[in-house]
């Protein structure tokens, strides 16, 4: 896949079947869109046309926004759908204001060779969003494309989708999420150091440090996750919250892999969740904090022989 996230000199070589979208989550009911755009691209190279930042975060400057992928985990996950090219397109104040014929001709047309498009019966585009696909089937007319409408149900079911993991994470059921999602929810981050409290109590953890603010972060507590490091799979449990039992005041997410003792500071690493194993906890003591932790790494490790089997 080629990734286009410098636009400004970018013009396609080959003419476009394109889609278009925040594509969040890249989830089951996004690939299936996809995937329709590939079967129905009649030999036209495959575009998805997607926006960064997330238009709230400009128009509505919006810190409150949480997006299931950083960028980047959108990128990574789209590069795996079999799709031609991915155009990150900087969303500013100033392309908002584009009209929708300016938008079509201009960015469409002359940059991204459009042929074909196909696109949900709700998408709303232009200046104020007030053109929609009835407009866009006027300027096929014009310009000489084709216009192919998602099917309402399909549509609906992203929202749903994507409603429904949103919701499923903040309230800590990586389960329901990881199966709307497809693939197991990610964090991403720099491995920073702590307090050094894991190490006194044999329980080392990697810090994770993810610079991302709109990042959702799912509930507070303890899960059960696994991570690529250096081409080696490591299970581990991983604690997210503000380790009350030594009053803690701020969120932290904490990591103790199993048997694994490299030194990977500094680097970024991707968390995969597997399943949520207890609300975080304020215990009268750190021996019994250490205590519990044991029964968390008895259950995990119980855990991760299933997943194995799998």
Same mark, same amino acid.
């Given at each position: 896949m080629n990734t286009i996230d410098f636009f400004d000199t970018y013009k396609a070589e080959n003419p476009s079947a394109i889609t278009i979208?925040?594509?969040?989550? @890249?989830?089951?009911?996004?690939? &299936?869109? *996809?995937?329709?755009?590939?079967?129905? =691209?009649?030999?036209?190279s495959t575009t998805l046309l997607t926006f960064?930042?997330?238009?709230?975060?400009?128009?509505?400057?919006?810190?409150?926004?949480?997006?299931?992928?950083?960028?980047?985990?959108?990128?990574?996950?789209?590069?795996?759908?079999?799709?031609?090219?991915?155009?990150?397109y900087p969303f500013?104040?100033?392309?908002?204001?584009?009209?929708?014929?300016?938008?079509?001709?201009?960015?469409?047309?002359?940059?991204?060779?459009?042929?074909?498009?196909?696109?949900?019966?709700?998408?709303?585009f232009g200046r104020n969003r007030t053109a929609n696909i009835d407009n866009l089937r006027e300027f096929g007319t014009i310009?000489?494309?084709? @216009?192919?409408?998602?099917?309402? &149900?399909? *549509?609906?079911?992203?929202?749903?989708? =994507?409603?429904?993991?949103?919701?499923?994470?903040?309230?800590?059921?990586?389960?329901?999420?990881?199966a709307y999602l497809g693939y197991e929810f990610m964090l991403t981050g720099i491995v920073t150091s702590g307090k050094g409290l894991g190490k006194t109590i044999d329980f080392p953890t990697a810090n994770i440090h993810i610079k991302e603010t709109y990042k959702l972060i799912p509930k507070q507590g303890v899960y059960l996750v696994k991570s690529t490091i250096k081409d080696t799979t490591v299970f581990g449990m991983m604690n997210i919250g503000t380790n009350p039992t030594v009053q803690g005041k701020t969120q932290t997410i904490e990591v103790h892999f199993f048997d694994f003792t490299e030194d990977i500071y500094d680097e970024t690493i991707q968390v995969s969740l597997l399943t949520r194993l207890r609300n975080e906890q304020k215990f009268d003591s750190v021996i019994k904090l250490q205590e519990q932790l044991q029964k968390d790494k008895t259950q995990s490790l119980a855990l991760i022989e299933t997943y194995n089997a799998q």
């Open positions: 979208g925040t594509f969040d989550g @890249v989830h089951v009911g996004h690939k &299936k869109i *996809i995937e329709n755009l590939i079967e129905k =691209s009649d030999g036209l960064f930042p997330h238009p709230r975060m400009v128009l509505q400057q919006d810190t409150n926004i949480k997006l299931i992928n950083t960028i980047d985990e959108r990128i990574q996950l789209l590069n795996e759908t079999g799709l031609d090219t991915l155009i990150v500013s104040k100033e392309f908002s204001r584009l009209t929708a014929k300016d938008f079509v001709r201009d960015l469409l047309i002359d940059r991204l060779h459009l042929k074909k498009i196909i696109i949900g019966y709700d998408h709303r310009f000489e494309f084709e @216009v192919e409408e998602i099917k309402a &149900k399909e *549509i609906d079911d992203v929202t749903i989708s =994507s409603t429904k993991i949103r919701k499923a994470l903040n309230e800590g059921d990586i389960k329901t999420a990881n």
